[in-house]
C-alpha cells in the first residue's frame, strides 16, 4: 500500500469513529444541550475526516473541489445549527439537566412518622395531602 491509501484509510476510520461517538452521544446524553454538543462537535469532525478521504480519493479532479466545499460548508454550518438550536431552547426556558436530577425526587416525610406533621404530597405540588 502506497503512503496515500493509507491515510485515505485512517481518514475514513477516523470519520468513521467519530461519526459512531456522535451517534452514541445522541442516544446516551441525558438532554437537549449535552447531546447538541455531542452532536455538532464530534459529528462535524467525523464529516470532515471522511471528506477529506473522499477528496484524496478522487485526487486533482472537480469532485476534489466539490469535496472541499462540503467540508468547508458543513465545518461552518452543523457548529452554527447547533449553536442556534441550542440558543432557541434556552429561549424557550428549556432547563439544562443537572446532576441532582439523576439522584430523584427527595424522600418525603409521613405523618406517621413525625408527630404534628402533616403527610406531603406525592404528586411535586408541595400542597398537603396531595391538594392544589
Known sequence: MT?????II?????????AFVAAVGVIRLPDLY???????????????LSLAA??????ADIA???????????FVTNPTAAHAIARA????????????????????VSGDETEGSESLATDGSG???GER
Open 10 to 18: 485512517a481518514l475514513a476510520a477516523g470519520g468513521v469513529f467519530f
Open 34 to 48: 449535552t447531546r447538541a454538543h455531542a452532536a455538532s462537535k464530534s459529528d462535524t469532525l467525523g464529516a470532515v
Open 127 to 129: 400542597a398537603p395531602g
Open 89 to 108: 431552547a434556552y429561549d424557550q426556558e428549556i432547563e439544562p439537566w443537572h446532576k441532582e436530577d439523576a439522584a430523584g425526587p427527595a424522600p418525603t
Open 3 to 7: 503512503p496515500v491509501e493509507l491515510l
Open 54 to 59: 473522499v477528496a484524496l480519493v478522487f485526487g
Open 64 to 74: 476534489t473541489v466539490k469535496a472541499v466545499f462540503l467540508l468547508l460548508f458543513m
